[in-house]
Each structure stands twice: as C-alpha cells, then as structure tokens.
C-alpha cells in the first residue's frame, strides 16, 4: 500500500536514554514532519523539513534531533535532554496543499 | 507567527443533527490553505476538507462543509446529519505558502448521541 510508515507503534524506554523513531514516506513528497500529541495540546509541531540536508525547528524542538538524508526518510531522535519524552508522536508528510500522515508511535519513558 | 485557535474543547450533537465547530487563525499573508483534519479514536489522522484562500467559495464534501471569512481570519466546520462515527477529534491547520509550515490548532472533541 505506502504512504507514511511510522515505527515501531509501541516504544519503551529507560530514562535517560536516546531513542530514535522512525519514519518512511513513498509518496514522494519533499516536505516532512514531526508532531508531538499530548491530551489537551493538539499537535505541536517539533521539526520539519522541506528538502533534503535541510530542516527547521518548530514549536517545541528542545531535546530532539531530526535528518533528512534522503527525501524517503525523516527520523526523530528524543534525546536524554527531553524532559518529558513520554507523549505520542506524528509523522506527516506534505506536497503543500494536503498532508498524509502516519499511523504514529507511542513513546513511553520509564 | 501563525496561529491557530479552536475556541470549543468539547463539543456534543444528536444523531442527524447539524453542529458547527470554531476556528480563527492568523497570519499577515495571502497564500495559504487551511484544513480540517479528524482523528478518531484509532489516533489516525483524516483530511475532512480542505480549503484555498484565493478562492472565495466556500468548500463542501458530502456533509461537510465550511465558513470561510478570509477578513475575519474564520474557518468553521459544519457537519450536517451528523452520524455516529462522525465522533472524533477536529483539528483545524494552516499551511502557509512556500514556507510548509503546517500548523494545529489544539481540537475539539466531538461526540454524536444516539
């Protein structure tokens, strides 16, 4: 089928940790982004990108890190300088005028 | 910096009944496109409509609908005969025009009675 593929869907992790979620597109959109979605905030968006080799920061960044090595792939490492990593997190990919997102990832730190 | 607001955290209808949801944003420029997502409880997100600020019509699928008032920076979503699985969350967004940078506002929670 394609479209965004995020994984893994379920994700546990000791505190203090660095934890890399993955996500994959095969629709050839050159825009990427990351979500963070905790009750009562909607989403906030943490980095995008609208290249290769190229990214901004969005809302809430601190204590994460992106890439974009190649327009398929837009990783997401939650660093130990997060200080609250535990929340839901959304990979949306973009051709400007509709975004088509993944099925998301559930992070919980413990 | 765009922002977006949806007033209505919560937000209840009786089975084939209509409802409207809020939503302002804002922005100092003219290309953009504004959105309606939904995300029901299986957490995947769900274009709704779609709308371009260049065009003044308003847009419509099926029984959805929405207000758009360029001037006053207002977005709102109608469902008409409202069903069942129309119970979700509604997210509005933004995406400004060359920038790509696509923004939420924070939901509401919709849920249809029986």
């Known amino acids: 089928d394609g479209g965004i593929t995020q994984s893994p869907k379920y994700l546990f992790r000791k505190e203090g940790q660095n934890v890399t979620l993955s996500c994959e597109q095969n629709l050839n959109h050159d825009a990427m982004y990351w979500y963070r979605q905790d009750p009562g905030q909607g989403l906030r968006l943490i980095y995008y990108?609208?290249?290769?080799?190229?990214?901004q920061k969005g809302d809430i960044a601190e204590g994460y890190s992106v890439s974009r090595e190649k327009k398929e792939s837009f990783p997401l490492t939650v660093t130990s300088a997060q200080k609250n990593p535990t929340a839901f997190y959304l990979c949306?990919?973009?051709?400007?005028?509709?975004?088509?997102f993944g099925q998301g990832t559930r992070l919980t730190v413990v | 910096a765009q922002t977006v607001t949806q007033s209505q955290p919560e937000m209840s209808v009786q089975e084939a009944e209509t409802v409207t949801l809020s939503c302002t944003y804002d922005t100092s420029e003219s290309n953009y496109y504004l959105f309606w997502y939904k995300q029901p409880p299986s957490r995947q997100m769900i274009l709704v409509i779609r709308q371009e600020a260049y065009k003044q019509q308003n847009a419509t699928e099926n029984r959805f609908s929405v207000n758009f008032q360029k001037a006053a920076k207002s977005f709102s979503l109608k469902i008409s005969d409202s069903q069942l699985g129309d119970t979700a969350m509604y997210f509005c967004?933004?995406?400004?025009?060359?920038?790509?940078?696509?923004?939420f506002g924070k939901g509401t929670k919709l849920t249809v009675n029986p």
């Open positions: 990108s609208q290249i290769v080799n190229d990214f």
């Open positions: 967004a933004f995406i400004q025009g060359g920038s790509e940078k696509l923004v």
């Open positions: 949306a990919g973009s051709r400007g005028t509709e975004a088509f």
